[in-house]
């Protein structure tokens, strides 16, 4: 007789991944609808299919969904928001996570031509992966979101600590996109000005984030391309967030050519990025590197020790390491000074 034995392992890490496509697509379809911006107060199903002119049935169902998974609750035969709804997915929140959700969904095609790349090597994309068509509003927006729910408030308080930020009174956020991270600086270091650095589409988002926290009077924006243009000069310090360092070693070293002339002497370089692992990537990055491949971007993740090396030979020298190992953002901050011994690069 054949017996049936017990599974060397639980099932449920991958009936997780399963579900995560269908619970992705509730929770978008809930958004597209406004289902999150009616339930302020308890209300029925039948309701509340009424006021969006919808079916009764599969809005009940979908309501379940969303209770299941603790988006909306039930309180007096009616629905309503959880906090966790109130937190990010009520658009007047600061910590309103709409746009990212929106970018997400909107990439499923390109994920099920996953099996086509893997076949072909590469897609057929037609010039989608180039930087101008990769960082657009849509993608500077979800990025804003995705720092604001806690990300860019850790790697802040850990760079607000260091001397260097302390001693700081000119700072460049290279390839700052939205400018949250230079708007945190700002508030946290009153005698601080800092410039926002990026692409010409992007600062002009990024001008209207500072706008918004009533900033400008010292955060500014600079439009170019650290690729091709000269970076100015002067800056006590420069913070470089998930933007230059995915670009190919050759790329690399004349930017941060232009990084070391750029800073004053004893002038501080400070990376906030993720790294490639020994033995196992974060989802979060790896999902990511391999996106940027999909689309047919030079993108490349590195590890701790090409980082250290790479800067050795652009003339800085490390002076510390910190590690913010969390789920969602599985970076490390890489804090280098200017080695005034090797003078100033020329460009090649």
Avoid at 197 to 225: C, H
Avoid at 270 to 290: E, G, M, P, Y
Wanted: glycine residues 8%.
């Amino acid at each position: 007789m054949k017996e049936i034995p017990n599974p060397q392992t639980g099932f449920e890490p991958i009936s997780q991944m399963i579900r995560g496509y269908q619970l992705t697509q509730v929770l978008s379809t809930a958004m597209k609808y406004g289902i999150f911006s009616r339930l302020d107060k308890p209300k029925g199903a039948s309701i509340l299919a009424e006021e969006m002119s919808a079916d009764a049935v599969i809005t009940e169902k979908l309501l379940e969904v969303l209770v299941s998974v603790d988006l909306i609750s039930k309180v007096d035969g009616g629905y309503v928001n959880t906090d966790l709804v109130r937190s990010f997915f009520i658009k007047d929140s600061i910590f309103y996570q709409g746009d990212l959700i929106d970018f997400m969904v909107d990439s499923y095609p390109l994920w099920s031509k996953l099996d086509q790349a893997l076949e072909n090597g590469h897609l057929d994309n037609s010039g989608e992966g180039k930087r101008e068509d990769t960082f657009d509003k849509r993608f500077i927006l979800a990025s804003a979101e995705a720092s604001i729910r806690g990300t860019l408030q850790d790697t802040v308080e850990v760079i607000a600590g260091l001397p260097e930020f302390k001693d700081t009174k000119l700072l460049m956020d290279l390839g700052g996109g939205h400018g949250l991270y230079s708007i945190a600086f700002a508030q946290r270091n009153p005698s601080l000005e800092v410039v926002v650095f990026d692409l010409p589409q992007v600062v002009e988002i990024g001008r209207g984030v500072i706008k918004d926290y009533g900033m400008e009077a010292r955060v500014s924006v600079l439009a170019g391309d650290y690729l091709k243009d000269d970076l100015g000069s002067g800056y006590d310090l420069i913070f470089i967030s998930h933007s230059l360092f995915y670009q190919p070693r050759e790329t690399l070293e004349g930017s941060l050519n232009k990084v070391y002339n750029a800073l004053k002497d004893k002038g501080a370089l400070v990376i906030n990025h993720w790294i490639r692992q020994k033995n196992k990537n974060s989802v979060v990055s790896s999902l990511w590197d391999l996106r940027l491949t999909l689309l047919g971007s030079p993108h490349y993740l590195y590890s701790k020790e090409e980082y250290l090396d790479l800067l050795r030979k652009c003339g800085f020298v490390e002076k510390d390491i910190i590690h913010l190992p969390t789920s969602s953002n599985p970076t490390v901050i890489i804090v280098a000074r200017k080695d005034d011994r090797r003078g100033t690069f020329t460009p090649s």
